[in-house]
């Protein structure tokens, strides 16, 4: 799949974004990339990149964590300068809260974002809770780009069952991201699938390994 300077990686909770974004930043400090990861999720306390620090400096990728007050539901506060991290010379991934209230940090950097070589992916899941329709994932998009300001511009399908995923599961997800992305009106980046089920890696597929263990698995 494609990386860009800045990638922004959103989706609703259980969806995999972070997991997803591990993977990213990951992959693009084996090919050679600096790499800055992002972690702007204030929603979930339990799956954030900044529980994968020494994962990443083991493979010299920077770790940017704001400093949270008061409760995981409220906006961070930002102790870094984003317009000044995009500006450096590397890759950023930055990892978006599970929502609407979620997106509203990433809101505060939505005017040095813009104009940047960036893509916004929403990280889709068939099983999880509130997003098994098309139309229910496509409503919270719309309510997370409301609240960042900023377009999603690819959907990446992960729908997945924790470990209960087998291939048939990946199949069955396929049509669900298809049309996420139909009615989105935007493309398909990737379908990622468990490196483990040995699906053979191609422009549409993403081999992803498993960083993030689910409470629900």
Same mark, same amino acid.
């Given at each position: 799949?494609?990386?860009?300077?800045?990638? #922004?990686?959103?989706?609703?909770? &259980?969806?995999?974004? =972070?997991?997803?974004? #591990?993977?990213?930043?990951?992959?693009?400090?084996?090919? &050679?990339?600096?790499?800055?990861?992002?972690?702007?999720?204030? %929603?979930?306390?339990?799956?954030?990149?900044?529980?994968?620090?020494?994962?990443?400096?083991?493979?010299?990728?920077?770790?940017?964590?704001?400093?949270?007050?008061?409760?995981? @539901?409220?906006?961070?506060?930002?102790?870094? *300068? /984003?317009?000044?991290?995009?500006?450096?010379? !590397?890759? #950023?991934?930055?990892?978006? +809260?599970? *929502? *609407?209230?979620?997106?509203?940090?990433? +809101?505060?950097?939505?005017?040095?974002?813009? !104009?940047?070589?960036?893509?916004? @992916?929403?990280? %889709?899941?068939?099983?999880?809770?509130?997003?098994?329709?098309?139309?229910?994932?496509?409503?919270?998009?719309?309510?997370?780009?409301?609240?960042?300001?900023?377009?999603?511009?690819?959907?990446?399908?992960?729908?997945?069952? !924790?470990?209960?995923?087998?291939? *048939?599961? %990946?199949? =069955?997800?396929?049509?669900? &991201?298809?049309?996420?992305?139909?009615?989105?009106? /935007?493309?398909?980046?990737? $379908?990622?699938?468990?490196?483990?089920?040995? %699906?053979?890696?191609?422009?549409?597929?993403?081999?992803?390994?498993?960083? $993030?263990?689910?409470?629900?698995?």
């Amino acid at each position: 799949m494609q990386i860009k300077k800045v990638n #922004v990686i959103t989706g609703h909770y &259980g969806s995999g974004k =972070t997991n997803f974004a #591990v993977n990213l930043a990951l992959d693009a400090a084996k090919r &050679g990339e600096r790499v800055t990861v992002v972690d702007l999720d204030i %929603v979930n306390p339990y799956f954030r990149t900044a529980d994968f620090e020494q994962l990443f400096a083991d493979n010299d990728i920077r770790l940017i964590v704001p400093t949270y007050a008061n409760s995981n @539901l409220d906006i961070p506060a930002l102790n870094f *300068d /984003l317009a000044s991290i995009v500006r450096q010379e !590397g890759l #950023v991934i930055v990892d978006v +809260g599970g *929502d *609407d209230e979620g997106a509203k940090a990433l +809101g505060r950097y939505a005017h040095c974002l813009e !104009g940047t070589d960036m893509q916004m @992916l929403y990280v %889709v899941n068939r099983f999880r809770y509130l997003t098994k329709e098309p139309e229910e994932a496509l409503e919270l998009m719309y309510l997370i780009e409301q609240a960042s300001s900023l377009k999603c511009t690819g959907i990446v399908n992960n729908s997945n069952l !924790g470990c209960d995923t087998d291939i *048939d599961t %990946v199949n =069955t997800g396929i049509p669900y &991201g298809q049309a996420v992305a139909e009615k989105a009106g /935007l493309p398909l980046v990737c $379908v990622c699938v468990n490196r483990s089920l040995d %699906v053979k890696a191609d422009d549409n597929i993403y081999p992803i390994d498993i960083y $993030v263990k689910k409470l629900w698995e």
